[in-house]
């Protein structure tokens, strides 16, 4: 994907929320006018090494790594050829990890998850989802990268006792997450191209619910082959009924 300045900008923001643990704010494109000359062209200079030679580095990766080095880490160190040698070392080690990783077991993960059902429920009720994915992880049932994949781009927080759960997943949480960096655009990919057209709600959250309360509806009041009258005096009963009890 070919990226521009403000594109960079953003990764580097988000990464900087991240790293003070801040809440994340999409910056605007106008803050780069606010840049100095001298950080706007290291700015572009870096963006056009993501778009070139360095194509297969991940720039989320590459500002992790620079504010991990530096606490007062900011544009004006983006080119510092420190943070490129750290990448180059994390980089070669988890390639040689990566036997342990098939995309196999990924997809295995994925295919359950909607087998159950739990992407759709993931859109309504974040809580009860993050007792189901942590509960299914320890039951070997979805990996450690697709468990991260729902954790970052759901914004699960995982509360104390979940996190006891699983010490060996949040003792390796950093390698875990640059691992799922590189498998990103895979799970995506499955789960768009696997989705189960009989449940369009899973992108679709107001289907979801429109089809709920026209079930609700034909249950209640009746289906389609009466007429509106019968549907009107069934409604009619069914309310009074309510207020009777």
Same mark, same amino acid.
């Given at each position: 994907?070919?990226?521009?300045?403000?594109?960079?900008?953003?990764?580097?923001?988000?990464?900087?929320?991240?790293?003070?643990?801040?809440?994340?704010?999409?910056?605007?494109?106008?803050?780069? /006018?606010?840049?100095?000359?001298? /950080?706007?062209?290291?700015?572009?200079?870096?963006? +056009?090494?993501?778009?070139?030679?360095?194509?297969?580095?991940?720039? #989320?990766?590459?500002?992790?790594?620079?504010?991990?080095?530096?606490?007062?880490?900011?544009?004006?160190?983006?080119? #510092?050829?420190?943070?490129?040698?750290?990448?180059?070392?994390?980089?070669?080690?988890?390639?040689?990890?990566?036997?342990?990783?098939?995309?196999?077991?990924?997809?295995?993960?994925?295919?359950?998850?909607?087998?159950?059902?739990?992407?759709?429920?993931?859109?309504?009720?974040?809580?009860?989802?993050?007792?189901?994915?942590?509960?299914?992880? =320890?039951?070997?049932?979805?990996?450690?990268?697709?468990?991260?994949?729902?954790?970052?781009?759901?914004?699960?927080?995982?509360?104390?006792?979940?996190?006891?759960?699983?010490?060996?997943?949040?003792?390796?949480?950093?390698?875990?997450?640059?691992?799922?960096?590189?498998?990103?655009?895979?799970?995506?990919?499955?789960?768009?191209?696997?989705?189960?057209?009989?449940?369009?709600?899973?992108? #679709?959250?107001?289907?979801?619910?429109? +089809? +709920?309360?026209?079930?609700?509806?034909? =249950?209640?009041?009746?289906?389609?082959?009466?007429?509106?009258?019968?549907?009107?005096?069934?409604?009619?009963?069914?309310?009074?009924?309510?207020?009777?009890?």
């Amino acid at each position: 994907m070919y990226l521009k300045p403000y594109d960079v900008y953003k990764k580097f923001k988000i990464q900087e929320y991240i790293s003070k643990n801040k809440e994340i704010k999409i910056p605007k494109e106008k803050n780069l /006018n606010r840049l100095s000359k001298e /950080n706007y062209e290291k700015l572009q200079m870096i963006t +056009d090494y993501f778009n070139t030679i360095w194509q297969n580095i991940n720039p #989320d990766i590459y500002f992790e790594i620079g504010f991990k080095k530096w606490k007062s880490f900011n544009i004006s160190k983006i080119d #510092d050829n420190r943070i490129f040698q750290s990448y180059k070392i994390i980089d070669k080690k988890l390639k040689t990890n990566f036997n342990n990783i098939n995309k196999e077991t990924i997809k295995k993960s994925i295919n359950f998850l909607k087998d159950n059902e739990i992407l759709s429920i993931l859109l309504f009720d974040n809580n009860y989802v993050v007792k189901k994915i942590v509960f299914f992880y =320890l039951q070997n049932k979805i990996d450690s990268i697709v468990l991260c994949y729902f954790i970052e781009n759901y914004k699960i927080k995982l509360s104390n006792e979940e996190k006891d759960y699983i010490p060996y997943f949040m003792e390796n949480y950093s390698e875990i997450k640059y691992r799922m960096y590189y498998f990103e655009d895979f799970i995506k990919e499955k789960m768009m191209s696997e989705k189960n057209d009989d449940k369009p709600y899973m992108d #679709d959250p107001k289907k979801k619910e429109k +089809d +709920d309360e026209t079930q609700t509806e034909q =249950l209640i009041y009746g289906d389609e082959a009466e007429t509106i009258q019968e549907k009107k005096k069934k409604k009619k009963k069914y309310k009074q009924q309510n207020l009777n009890e």
